[in-house]
């Protein structure tokens, strides 16, 4: 099965926790994005990358981290200094096209 | 200039209804103008794109109207059936540029 998929699907994160949320894709992609999501609204970019080892901010990455060490994986880290992180995360990639390909998302809690 | 509005926020429609939805931009060098349907709790699907080359283009049920000298785009659902019930998004972006700008979204309910 060619796709990106997320995990988890469900997420709780406690005050002053960090947690890491997983995406991964096989579908040979160049670009992987990062998108928030908060009800009502539409999709925000936090971080994105076009390449391994590069990666650049978006509208909203305060409190967010990243990392691109594999041309297949571009986890998210959502920090304590995220104030509000109670959100549906969704990450997509590109290829050669301008077509954005997105996982099935992860619902993140904060208790 | 990055922004892309979208209207309505809501709609509905009966059965075999065509709800059309609108989206605007601002910036003159968007080239590529993509729509995805969500359904909830899952990730978006790409439902058609448009290159400003064209004015008209349709993908069975739906059609996507491009006004470039009035920097507007619309998408067309035809004979609407109640499994279309969805949220849509309009985006756009430059070639080669890969951030995409997405419009606010547009819940659409089709009663049977």
């Known amino acids: 099965d060619g796709g990106i998929t997320q995990s988890p699907k469900y997420l709780f994160r406690k005050e002053g926790q960090n947690v890491t949320l997983s995406c991964e894709q096989n579908?040979?992609?160049?670009?992987m994005y990062w998108y928030r999501q908060d009800p009502g609204q539409g999709l925000r970019l936090i971080y994105y990358?076009?390449?391994?080892?590069?990666?650049q901010k978006g509208d909203i990455a305060e409190g967010y981290s990243v990392s691109r060490e594999k041309k297949e994986s571009f986890p998210l880290t959502v920090t304590s200094a995220q104030k509000n992180p109670t959100a549906f995360y969704l990450c997509?990639?590109?290829?050669?096209?301008?077509?954005?390909?997105f996982g099935p998302g992860t619902r993140l809690t904060v208790l | 200039q990055q922004q892309v509005k979208q209207s309505p926020q809501s709609l509905i429609v009966q059965k075999g209804g065509i709800p059309i939805i609108n989206c605007a931009y601002e910036?003159?060098?968007?080239?590529?103008f993509p729509w995805y349907q969500q359904f909830p709790g899952k990730g978006p699907a790409l439902l058609i794109a448009?290159?400003?080359?064209?004015s008209e283009k349709k993908e069975g049920r739906f059609t996507i109207s491009f006004n470039k000298s009035a920097k507007q785009f619309s998408l067309h659902i035809m004979d609407s059936q109640p499994g279309d019930s969805a949220t849509y998004f309009c985006?756009?972006?430059?070639?080669?540029?890969?951030?995409?700008?997405f419009g606010a979204g547009t819940r659409l309910a089709v009663h049977p």
């Open positions: 997509a990639s590109s290829g050669e096209s301008d077509t954005q390909y």
């Open positions: 579908l040979n992609h160049d670009a």
């Open positions: 990358s076009q390449i391994v080892n590069d990666f």
């Open positions: 910036n003159t060098a968007f080239d590529y």
């Open positions: 448009i290159r400003p080359d064209v």
């Open positions: 985006a756009a972006s430059k070639y080669g540029y890969n951030k995409l700008i």
